[in-house]
């Protein structure tokens, strides 16, 4: 089975940045859409970010669009969410994973103007923490 480590957390200050990892493990990734999510304390996980096998499109929650960036080294089997400008409300667990059947494995499910959902991806890593604080 599929399987994906997040790495790159951390504690960060107000309008710092942070770039998590996401490392496939035991397969080629080149095929295969990548959100990712974040879940806060007390709070249900959340789409961030999701890029299609391509490349070439992205989904953004409204929070992040212009602040967060996601890339893919297919050379590296690894995806890459850059966060730049973060604040408080950015803090939580993130998490990595692929589109579930019946969604196609390399294409972001549903519309480019909404956030990726958590009930169409699976593979789940353990997640990397992230907070945010002064």
């Known amino acids: 089975q599929l399987q994906f480590v997040e790495s790159g957390g951390g504690l960060v200050q107000p309008g710092g940045s942070l770039r998590l990892s996401c490392a496939a493990s035991?397969?080629?990734?080149?095929?295969?859409?990548i959100g990712w999510f974040s879940q806060a304390p007390g709070k249900e996980r959340e789409g961030v970010i999701c890029?299609?096998?391509?490349?070439?499109?992205?989904n953004y929650a409204d929070a992040v669009k212009g602040r967060f960036t996601v890339s893919r080294d297919n050379a590296k089997n690894t995806v890459y969410l850059q966060m730049d400008n973060l604040t408080p409300d950015d803090t939580g667990i993130y998490y990595c994973a692929v589109p579930r059947p019946p969604q196609l494995l390399e294409l972001c499910p549903g519309s480019d103007s909404r956030p990726p959902r958590p009930a169409n991806f699976r593979s789940w890593g353990q997640g990397t923490q992230v907070t945010v604080s002064s």
């Open positions: 035991g397969f080629n990734l080149d095929y295969y859409a």
């Open positions: 890029i299609n096998a391509s490349g070439g499109s992205t």
